[in-house]
């Protein structure tokens, strides 16, 4: 069953500061990996999307990485910002042939000033 | 920011009302989705289209159904809304785009049946 896990479930950090979040998968076969950030309350919105080829993709303060033969993916975000607070989703598509997207359950994270 | 919209935002209903929850784009995006999502939980695929008169289930069994009329319409029907149908309803498009293909989310529908 393809699964993505993501760690920590939640996270405080203080503004300014940087952190990593990171996602696991066993998703067969693999097409490509996504970020989302979701706000409370709205629809999730692109951050980055890497297929196998792809090792790193920045976004702004956001820099999303892949090591497809471990299957993980870590997101950093770099000088947080109070607006940095959000949940953010890993999502991972099955390049099966017919649609496919599994979603891990995200980390929320807060930035305090 | 994405131009796709969900209407109503919120909406609180007794058990046994059909409702249709509206979602429109103007981005002319052929393939749409709708999601299903409990708070502080994972996303999971209800329904989803590959353009016009084209509906398929996703992963995840839903007693709602939906349709593809028009390109910017994919609105999604739930003939007899149960408690159990609470949950937020997160409507998606994007065109294809090989594996960079990127879908964007509309506000999403708060559901409450009581």
């Known amino acids: 069953k393809n699964q993505v896990e993501q760690s920590p479930q939640s996270l405080i950090i203080l503004e300014g500061k940087n952190c990593t979040l990171q996602c696991n998968y066993t998703v067969s076969p693999f097409s490509n990996l996504r970020w989302y950030k979701q706000d409370t309350g709205r629809g999730p919105v692109s951050l980055t999307i890497m297929t196998f080829s792809e090792n790193t993709k920045s976004n702004g303060r956001y820099t999303a990485t892949l090591d497809a033969d471990t299957k993980q993916s870590s997101l950093h975000i770099t000088a947080s910002q109070l607006s940095d607070s959000a949940s953010y989703i890993c999502?991972?598509?099955?390049?099966?042939?017919?649609?496919?997207?599994?979603f891990g359950k995200g980390t929320k994270l807060s930035v305090i000033p | 920011e994405a131009d796709i919209y969900q209407t109503p935002r919120y909406l609180v209903i007794g058990t046994g009302k059909k409702i249709t929850l509206e979602c429109s784009q103007t981005m002319g995006h052929d393939k749409m989705y709708w999601y299903q999502q409990d708070p502080g939980m994972e996303l999971h695929l209800i329904h989803y289209?590959?353009?016009?008169?084209?509906?398929e289930k996703g992963d995840l069994s839903s007693e709602s159904t939906v349709s593809r009329i028009r390109t910017e319409h994919f609105p999604l029907t739930l003939e007899s809304a149960r408690p159990s149908h609470t949950s937020q309803y997160l409507c998606a498009s994007s065109e294809y785009g090989g594996s960079q293909e990127t879908q964007y989310f509309g506000p999403g529908t708060r559901l409450l049946v009581l």
């Open positions: 289209s590959y353009g016009v008169n084209s509906t």
């Open positions: 999502v991972v598509e099955s390049g099966a042939g017919s649609y496919q997207l599994t």
